[in-house]
């Protein structure tokens, strides 16, 4: 769960980073054919998703135990439990941790010695998926005092953690909208509508973020509430228009290219996605919250996807 050591955060380049989730609504449709292209490879994500749900059979109870003890075990640099809950051939998407379980517990002597502390926030759980939104605190050599994160765990068959998919951003103390990165409901509802809810955060993915066709937005974000945790941009439809406006005068563009998973558990919807900004792809993490077949809620983390020096060759992405 380690990132880049000694990263240096910039207020300039947090501001960008932070606000590059919503830079595609102003972006051009893409083509027929490429717009045909994605849908089916989006609806292929879901109906695979639904697909592996069906054929595999999870014990909610016993695999979110096995979690919360494997996150215990790594905030108490406990390597003896870590062995016991993940496998030896652990498969690290990190791109700056080796792959392999021994690489990763080599690692957490850096958080032991720096007295780094991992504070779990929202814990959900989509087939042997589990996506987790938390705080490190004296995160330094993750680049700064405090790091908002999401985390991914994959449980195999035999309920060990088999591998991992993170990405992490500066916390940012002052926010536009007055929230915090991580705070709002941690519990998920409507367990029922979970396809649902995942059907209508992709249909905004490729309609605003992806550009195919933004003027749909009020067909997807509540004009009601939409409670922001991004943090230059308000609450409201409103900030999202003013933060488009802002980055249009800035000419700094970016685009959502690529879906590559979408987890959720009831109204807590996590997608994974790939992007321009900057001249550079960037990983983006989106957990929307879902309220009558409305998004009402929006927390993200964006991350540099690095092409050099890398630890392992996984990839942050490549999910089953």
């Known amino acids: 769960m380690l990132n880049k050591l000694n990263v240096t955060s910039k207020d300039s380049v947090n501001l960008l980073f932070s606000l590059t989730s919503i830079l595609a609504l102003s972006t051009a449709c893409v083509s027929n054919q490429e717009t045909i292209k994605t849908i089916q490879e989006n609806d292929q994500i879901i109906t695979s998703e639904t697909n592996q749900k069906n054929s595999q059979i999870f014990t909610a109870k016993s695999s979110k135990e096995t979690v919360s003890n494997f996150l215990r075990a790594v905030k108490n640099n406990d390597p003896s439990t870590i062995r016991k809950l993940a496998n030896t051939d652990y498969i690290q998407h990190n791109p700056y941790v080796p ?50 994160a999401f985390h991914i765990l994959r449980v195999d068959d035999k309920g060990m953690i088999a591998e991992h998919w993170n990405a992490m951003t500066t916390w940012v103390e002052k926010t536009a909208s007055g929230r915090t990165q991580i705070d709002g409901p941690i519990f998920s509802e409507d367990l029922n509508k979970t396809e649902t809810n995942k059907k209508i955060v992709m249909g905004f993915l490729e309609d605003v973020l992806m550009g195919q066709h933004p003027e749909n937005i009020t067909k997807y974000v509540s004009d009601k509430e939409y409670h922001q945790h991004n943090p230059m941009i308000k609450d409201g439809l409103q900030g999202i228009y003013e933060a488009v406006k802002f980055l249009t005068s800035q000419n700094n563009m970016s685009r959502y290219t690529k879906i590559h998973k979408l987890l959720g558990e009831g109204n807590f919807i996590l997608s994974i996605s790939e992007g321009n900004w900057n001249k550079k792809q960037q990983v983006f993490y989106d957990l929307f919250r879902v309220k009558d077949n409305k998004l009402v809620e929006h927390w993200d983390v964006i991350q540099e996807i690095p092409t050099q020096n890398l630890a392992n060759k996984n990839t942050m992405f490549n999910f089953k």
């Open 99 to 148: 792959t392999g379980l021994d690489a990763f517990i080599s690692m957490l002597q850096v958080l032991q010695k720096n007295q780094t502390k991992l504070e779990n926030i929202r814990m959900f759980q989509d087939g042997n998926y589990f996506f987790l939104h938390n705080i490190w605190r004296n995160a330094k050599p993750f680049g700064a005092d405090r790091m908002v």
